[in-house]
Nanobody
Framework: QVQLVESGGGLVQPGGSLELSCVAS????????PGWYRQGPGKQRELVAT???????NYADSVKGRFTMSRDNAKNTIYLQMNSLKPEDTAVYYC???????????WGQGTQVTVSS
């Protein structure tokens, strides 16, 4: 059974930083593309960042230059370093593993990030 467990969320002031982590059960990220999504209050879930097996990344325009996604294959873990946080970054952040060949998605339980003074 695939399990994705996020951690690192919390309350931070505008301009602050947080780092999210997502640990996968087994080597799921070697066969599924990992990504981070978020869902703000009253909003639809949106893609934040993805990372390929060779480490190349893609980001939503709203977080480019502020967020950095990385991976540690030895630890079956992905990270999202979030800097210069804004109130509009407030959301539940979800770890995702997408298997394109079967169009399957695996999700973590989510971690709350609140940016407020």
């Amino acid at each position: 059974q695939v399990q994705l467990v996020e951690s690192g969320g919390g309350l931070v002031q505008p301009g602050g930083s947080l780092e999210l982590s997502c640990v996968a059960s087994g080597r799921i990220f070697s066969i599924c593309a990992p990504g981070w999504y978020r869902q703000g209050p009253g909003k639809q879930r949106e893609l934040v960042a993805t990372i390929s097996n060779n480490g190349s990344t893609n980001y939503a325009d709203s977080v480019k230059g502020r967020f950095t996604m990385s991976r540690d294959n030895a630890k079956n873990t992905i990270y999202l370093q979030m800097n210069s946080l804004k109130p509009e970054d407030t959301a539940v952040y979800y770890c995702n593993a997408h298997r394109a060949v079967s169009n399957l998605d695996f999700w973590g339980q989510g971690t709350q990030v609140t940016v407020s003074s």
